[in-house]
């Protein structure tokens, strides 16, 4: 049976209005809690991550790893101590409690970059460095830092599972 085209197009269009209402009706009478209390729910919370995880994994390859960057002593020092000032408050370091940033944000700032036997991807962990993740406290360093001092933090990232806390309280003091 064929429907004539202006039934189909008054029903798109009447569906579409409906839609619009919702949508409106949604955000003028403050359905959504915004509190950083109120978890996503289970779904939401995985479709979020996984967004957010393929989105990077098909843009980490874009800053290559410069030569030898593992193998500088001193670059991983600067890096740990960028890391002290910087990002410990939300991440934490071994023997250090988070700030309210890393206790109370939402979505929380990863916590285990120290936890023994963690693989760690030092592209990856530059790249988010350099773009932070949008909608999060993640920031991008962009507007703070040269990209000298981001390849520093994430050499020192790299090596930082297993790290002690007496090992980390070294690194981090700042050079006589
Ligand atoms: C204000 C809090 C805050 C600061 C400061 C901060 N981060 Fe983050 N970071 C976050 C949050 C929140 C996330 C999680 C983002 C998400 O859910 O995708 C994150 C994610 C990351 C990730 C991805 C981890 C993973 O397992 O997916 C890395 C790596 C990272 N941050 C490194 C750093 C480094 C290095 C610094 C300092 C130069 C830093 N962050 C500073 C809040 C912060």
């Known amino acids: 049976m064929a429907f004539p085209i202006k039934t189909v197009a008054l029903s798109v ?18 359905v959504m809690n915004v509190s950083a209390l109120n978890q996503d729910n289970a779904i939401m919370a995985a479709i979020l991550h996984e967004t957010s995880e393929r989105s990077v994994a098909a843009r980490i390859s874009e800053n290559p790893v410069p030569d030898g960057l593992l193998d500088k002593p001193e670059l991983i020092k600067a890096g740990a101590q960028l890391y002290a000032r910087n990002c410990a408050f ?37 790249w988010y460095i350099k773009n932070g993740v949008k909608m999060t406290g993640m920031p991008s360093f962009v507007p703070t830092m040269d990209e000298q001092k981001m390849w520093s933090i ?23």
């Not at 009447?14 to 919702?22: E, S, W």
């Not at 023997?95 to 890393?102: A, L, S, T």
């Not at 994430?154 to 006589?176: C, E, I, N, Q, V």
């Open 13 to 30: 269009a009447g569906t579409f209005l409906v839609l619009a209402g919702g949508a409106a009706a949604y955000i003028e009478l403050g």
């Open 90 to 126: 939300c991440h934490s370091a071994p023997g250090r409690e988070p700030g309210p940033q890393g206790k109370g944000e939402n979505p929380r700032p990863p916590q285990g970059f120290f936890r023994a036997g963690r693989h760690v991807n030092t592209q990856e962990v530059f």
């Open 154 to 176: 994430s050499a020192f990232l790299t090596k930082a599972p297993g790290m002690t806390p007496s090992d980390y309280a070294a690194l981090s003091a700042a050079t006589p």
